[in-house]
């Protein structure tokens, strides 16, 4: 078991950036793999982007290719989620999740979730 602790999101005006963080204390961090999901309200939480034990493999959902970036410090045992040209529609409550398993776009795989955090855009 892993505890996640989620911050960063906010108010933002389309077109603007925000840069999530999420830090996972303990020694077990770099034996999960990490994603970033999205929950508006009305929808299902989906997957928006993750990334492997090591780095260095990630996946992206569609909607947010070429806008989000996710990346991983294991020493600081904290994973990010960079997000520039934001859109309304990015507005939902973004949560931070780990995985014992090895199919970063399997949302059944994560068992570990934070608490989540607001983002909003604006129009």
């Known amino acids: 078991q892993v505890q996640l602790v989620e911050s960063g999101g906010g108010l933002v005006q389309a077109g603007g950036s925000l840069r999530l963080s999420c830090e996972a204390p303990?020694?077990?961090?770099?034996?999960?793999?990490m994603g970033w999901f999205r929950q508006a309200p009305g929808k299902e939480r989906d997957v928006v982007a993750a990334?492997?034990?090591?780095?260095?493999?990630?996946y992206y959902a569609d909607s947010v290719k070429g806008r989000f970036t996710i990346s991983r410090d294991n020493a600081k045992n904290t994973v990010y989620l960079q997000m520039n040209s934001l859109k309304p529609e990015d507005t939902a409550v973004y949560y931070c999740?780990?995985?014992?398993?090895?199919?970063?776009?399997?949302?059944?795989?994560?068992?570990?979730w934070g608490q989540g955090t607001q983002v909003t855009v604006s129009s």
């Open positions: 303990g020694r077990a961090f770099s034996s999960y793999a």
């Open positions: 990334i492997s034990r090591s780095g260095v493999s990630t």
């Open positions: 999740a780990a995985s014992s398993g090895f199919r970063l776009n399997l949302v059944r795989e994560y068992t570990n």
